[in-house]
């Protein structure tokens, strides 16, 4: 049943929940980016620092917050997957991740990929997407605010170089993430919704 199917998926989040991946102050923070949903309470802080493995720069992600179980579940799994990456990599995770809390990919439960398929789950619960997509919004607006294209550092001078996870955090160096975004944009592409947005 529909129910049973929902459970695969939950068991994986309950897991990344109850023993989160990744959950701390990263040692060396170079970026740090908040992200909220006033809606849901959700409120996080991704950490990313880059490290050169073989030529390559990799990233290594923490996160830090609090908020509900998807949430938290989906910033462990985020973190977990993002491990090691390239900015790159990293974004063609962020744009996997996207596919599946919206549902636009199918996913099967008894064959799942990787513990990011069990966000799927959450796209049978539109008014939890957004709860899914606050870490991967969140580690976007990082990537883009510090990467451009070709994912090399932009030239321009950025005051959270240094180990702002040493500091006590100042506030004013985080920009919220508006993760409404994310929503109107689903909204957009959803047929149903734009009919209703222009009555003719
Ligand atoms: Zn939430």
């Known amino acids: 049943s529909n129910q049973e199917l929902a459970g695969l ?9 109850k023993r989160p991946r990744h959950k701390s102050k990263a040692g060396h923070c170079s970026f740090c980016q ?5 809606l849901c309470g959700d409120s996080l802080i991704v950490y990313c620092e880059l490290v050169e493995k073989q030529d390559q720069k990799v990233m290594k992600t923490f996160f830090e917050g ?15 997957l993002t491990q090691n990456t390239t900015i790159e990599e990293a974004r063609k995770l962020i744009e996997r991740a ?11 439960p008894d064959n799942m990929d990787s513990d990011l398929d069990a966000l799927y789950g959450v796209s049978q619960f539109p008014v939890r997407i957004k ?6 919004k969140t580690l976007e607006f990082l990537l883009s605010n ?3 294209e070709q994912g090399n550092l932009r030239d321009k001078p950025c005051d959270k170089m240094q180990a702002c996870s040493r500091q006590t955090k ?3 160096k985080l920009k919220i993430v508006n993760t409404e975004e994310s929503a109107e944009a689903l909204r957009e592409e959803s047929p149903k919704s734009s009919a209703q947005n222009n009555p003719s």
């Open 98 to 108: 996207e596919l599946t809390y919206t549902g636009r990919i199918q996913i099967d």
């Open 170 to 172: 100042d506030p004013r």
């Open 34 to 38: 908040e992200g909220k949903n006033p």
């Open 131 to 136: 709860c899914a997509a606050l870490p991967w």
């Open 66 to 80: 609090s908020g509900c179980s998807i949430s938290q579940a989906s910033a462990s799994i985020m973190c977990d």
């Open 9 to 17: 998926y939950q068991e994986t989040i309950i897991d990344h929940y």
């Open 146 to 148: 510090h990467f451009d």
